[in-house]
């Protein structure tokens, strides 16, 4: 059964069985689009597997979500995996699942190699070539979450005084300095599309070939298309992108409100994770060194 399909059966239980409100069917669904954007290749419910909620919880978990945001969601798709298994439409797929605690997870990173490996990993001789390798340099340099990075425009960026303007979480800007391999990147892809003509989408930055913005699915399979053809073995996101920024930064020595800063963090508890990431780091870096 297609898994809107069968989520739609879902919500017509909770209205007609359990007589829930439509605010609360609401937030289902809300919550069921997110689940989705997580996990693009979950098409049907044959996809569905007894490990899913718990990768759904630590991924929204290193994606500095709100615990309560994540019991939610951990929620509604128990719930609907208690139903998928109540009616036999899909069995075997409940278990216990331990939701986070702030901070439980450290968010995975890559090495400095990794990203090198990553970057190397690209030829640039097609668009999506110059296009996407330009993605992946405005993550990393500039720390960006994915939303920030689809919705870029031609004007948030001053290549003069090298900076990109960010509009983050509630509306919030910020100015963010631009790596100049990233800067090199951004105007490959840019001459490019004015080369090739592409008709540019409300002055969007990163477009498909039909000049039409790019989805948040799109750059997360990609990611993990250039992580597996670079050889990284580790399940990597564009956050994971946005992590390394961050701890690449603090190992090197800098101060941890800026680091806040450049990230849009309202508050400095959430940046505090990425100590714990350096500091694991540095230990290890002692550790081998002391063996010798």
């Not at 699942?97 to 439980?104: H, Q």
């Not at 993550?139 to 990075?149: A, D, K, P, Q, T």
């Not at 100049?180 to 090739?196: F, P, S």
């Not at 450049?262 to 081998?288: F, M, P, R, S, W």
Request: proline fraction near 2%; charged fraction near 30%; include cysteine.
């Amino acid at each position: 059964m297609k898994i809107e399909q069968a989520f739609t059966k879902y919500l017509q239980f909770c209205v007609i069985e359990k007589n829930l409100r439509p605010l609360t069917i609401s937030n289902y669904k809300d919550d069921f689009k997110v689940f989705l954007e997580y996990f693009p290749y979950i098409e049907d419910t044959d996809d569905l597997s007894i490990g899913d909620i718990d990768e759904f919880n630590y991924k929204q978990s290193i994606d500095e979500l709100k615990v309560t945001t994540i019991k939610r969601r951990i929620s509604t798709l128990k719930n609907f995996y208690i139903f998928l298994e109540s009616e036999g439409i899909k069995t075997d797929i409940i278990k216990e699942v331990l939701t986070p605690k702030a901070n439980k997870y450290l968010p995975e990173y890559l090495t400095i190699e990794e990203v090198n490996d990553l970057f190397s990993s690209f030829k640039n001789d097609t668009f999506e070539e110059i296009r996407d390798y330009a993605i992946l340099e405005m993550i990393y340099s500039c720390g960006l979450r994915i939303s920030e990075l689809i919705e870029l425009k031609l004007k948030d960026i001053n290549a003069q005084e090298k900076v990109v303007k960010i509009v983050g979480k509630g509306f919030k800007e910020r100015e963010v300095p631009i790596r100049d391999e990233a800067l090199i990147a951004l105007n490959e892809y840019l001459k490019y599309v004015k080369k090739n003509m592409i008709v540019v989408d409300k002055n969007i930055i990163f477009l498909n070939k039909h000049g039409n913005k790019l989805t948040r699915q799109y750059v997360w399979q990609m990611i993990k298309k250039r992580a597996k053809k670079a050889g990284i073995t580790k399940d990597i996101s564009p956050h994971t992108l946005r992590h390394s920024f961050a701890t690449h930064l603090l190992s090197k020595g800098c101060d941890l409100k800026v680091v806040q800063k450049l990230l849009g963090h309202e508050n400095i508890e959430t940046t505090q994770i990425y100590t714990h990431v350096a500091e694991e780091k540095i230990l290890n870096i002692y550790d081998k060194y002391r063996k010798k």
